[in-house]
């Protein structure tokens, strides 16, 4: 018990005098910022995870404010899953020259995929998954 004590006390020795990582203005680097979660980490809006939606999230806009490059896995409109009115399932638009709340119709189309496929995301969120999921690797469940 004594020896534990020992080897944890001089632990928190060690990491309380080492400095954590900073940029060169002096601050915390945040260089390397992955978004990891659910729809709202993602970008999912108005029914649908696409391009416009996922620019304006939460994630790249706090990594923007971070100071950190943002690279979303941006899909194309009208984005996932394809508009099926049928299903209820697909992107929700304002019916053009209506102001009115609740005047919204499904997007049209199917999509591309990735606008570019090349680029390796740093928001790699997944609409629908929870901590369960994650911790088993169950996609698509």
Known sequence: MKRACLVVSAMALILSTMSPATNAGGGPNFTRFVGVGDSLTAGFKD????????STGFYPRLATSMGTQVVLP???YP???????????????????????????????????????????????????????????????
């Open 47 to 54: 029914g649908a995870l696409f391009a416009d939606g996922q």
């Open 74 to 76: 941006s899909i194309a």
């Open 79 to 141: 984005g996932i899953p394809t508009p099926n009115p049928a299903a209820g399932a697909g992107l929700l638009v304002q019916i053009p020259g209506t102001c009115q709340v609740g005047a919204t119709t499904f997007a049209t189309g199917v999509t591309t995929g990735r606008l570019d496929p090349t680029m390796p995301a740093n928001d790699v969120a997944i609409p629908g998954q929870n901590m369960r999921r994650s911790a088993h690797l169950e996609v698509g469940h």
